[in-house]
């Protein structure tokens, strides 16, 4: 085996974040994507004294565990992964991952609750952000997800089973407009062009929808036609507002410059829990609405029934899991960096009537520092990457008796724990929730206590 050989690799294993691995010549090779029990064709590109690395150029064989019925999208779009593994044996599969990383560092001891499902594993998203293109190089107007391992190529997912019919009904009517008119979609290369994104919002419980069209402002087009076309389809949730934000920056992510409100307000409401939330175009919001209700729940029923306990909520994004837990508190603290999710999570608590919860705008790791009160427990919640290592000092230095971490991303996850054993904490309980059906993604819920 040498660099740039094509051969055959059959998947013996996953890994947590879509890798996979087989072995050729008794060597570990490691592709993205795969399923275990596929055939891949692939091109050898690293070889290293640990381990080689593959690109996959196409499955020659499918997995015995792929039995399940897959969207018309499914191997050519990005989105899902796993989709044609039945969801049970994805759960199982995310059991393994988790257990798999918590062995590696030696952990044990604790009491692992397995993965518990969401409640709905199609249709489950209240989000989604889409991205005009092209199919091919000057093909048709498209709009959707890119293409699996392709940077500009854009599929449009009229039949995605990610989310429901309300969003597969905005998306085709939105490119059949787009199509009609000749606008040209913004190019990241050349950084001309108009049409950028859509994104369309739903609040699963409430039906509220806020459409948001993305463009940069090198053209001047009028949008009536295009909001009465929305306005007319017969789709089950009400649109309460439709956007026209101003993007002209070179980056390819969403970000506003200039927001225009074409038709209603720009916010909807979505309930959780028996509490209301007001959710802005651009704040952050779990995408999973039942599975959020679930993943709350554990860390609610984690926490225990005690009221008396003063808990900081770092990494509090707009306020949902600090008012959720509020009730099991005296009081609670919630630190977030983005200025305006600290205003929406303020403006969530006078919604609810909530008294107890304080929300502070600033660095996570600035601002434990100035806190003068002492916490009995502390919930982080923190971004992919974890805990800052500065942070995660502070925190320790704060003695809690609890700290209940919620994490997205289970190789972090574990790198903090080992600090947080470290600092003389103990791993209690530990339990999966499935915030993200169909894809190689996990939530994990962790309580640790001091000894």
């Known amino acids: 085996m040498k660099k740039r050989d094509i051969l055959e690799l059959k998947i013996e294993g996953m890994e947590f974040g879509g890798n996979s691995y087989g072995y050729i010549e008794d060597r570990r090779v490691d592709i993205k994507g795969g399923i275990t029990g596929q055939t891949h064709k692939v091109l050898i590109k690293k070889i290293r004294k640990d381990k080689v690395e593959a690109k996959s150029l196409g499955i020659i064989e499918n997995s015995p565990i792929e039995k399940a019925d897959i969207c018309k999208h499914f191997g050519e779009c990005g989105g899902c992964s796993i989709l044609s593994v039945p969801y049970e044996e994805q759960l199982e599969i995310k059991e393994g991952q988790i257990l ?32 005009f293109g092209d199919e091919e190089k000057d093909g048709p107007l498209t709009l959707g997800l890119h293409k699996k391992g392709r940077m500009y190529d854009i599929i449009t997912v009229d039949e995605c089973f990610l989310v429901d019919k309300d969003f597969r009904e905005v998306l085709k009517s939105t490119v059949d407009y787009f199509q009609s008119t000749g606008l040209p979609y913004y190019k990241n290369l050349t950084h001309k062009g108009y049409l950028r994104n859509l994104v369309v919002r739903k609040g699963l419980n409430t039906g509220e929808m806020l459409i948001n069209l993305v463009t940069s402002s090198q053209v001047k087009f009028n949008l009536d036609e295009y909001v009465n076309k929305i306005l007319d389809l017969d789709i089950e949730g009400k649109i309460v507002g439709i956007l026209h934000t101003i993007n002209d920056g070179l980056a390819d992510v969403v970000k506003c410059d200039k927001l225009n409100i074409l038709y209603g307000r ?23 609405t039942k599975g959020a209700e679930k993943l709350y729940s554990i860390a609610r029923e984690f926490i225990g029934d005690e009221k008396d306990k003063v808990i900081f909520d770092l990494y509090s994004g707009t306020g949902s899991i600090a008012q959720i837990v509020s009730k099991n508190a ?22 609810n009537n909530i008294t107890n ?8 790791g600035e601002k434990v520092k100035t806190l003068k009160e002492k916490p009995d427990l502390i919930i982080v919640d923190p971004p992919r990457p974890g805990i800052h290592k500065d942070a995660l000092k502070d925190i320790v230095k704060f003695n809690a008796k609890e700290i209940l971490y919620i994490s997205c991303n289970p190789k972090t996850l574990v790198r903090d724990l080992a600090e947080f054993k470290k600092a003389n904490y103990d791993i209690v309980k530990v339990k999966g929730m499935d915030m993200f059906p169909n894809t190689p993604h996990v939530e994990t819920v962790v309580l640790l206590t001091r000894k």
């Open 100 to 131: 798999d990383l918590f062995m590696e560092k030696d952990f044990v001891g604790f009491k692992f609750l397995g993965v518990e499902g969401s409640p709905k594993f199609h249709e489950y998203r209240n989000k989604m952000e889409y991205t």
């Open 266 to 288: 720009d916010y909807l409401y979505e309930s959780l829990l028996g509490l209301r939330f007001k959710i802005s175009p651009f704040s952050f919001f779990q995408t999973n």
């Open 357 to 364: 919860c304080e929300f502070i705008a600033g660095d996570v």
């Open 330 to 351: 005296k009081k609670v603290i919630g630190i977030e960096i983005i200025e305006e999710a600290v205003e929406a999570a303020i403006e969530n608590a006078k919604l």
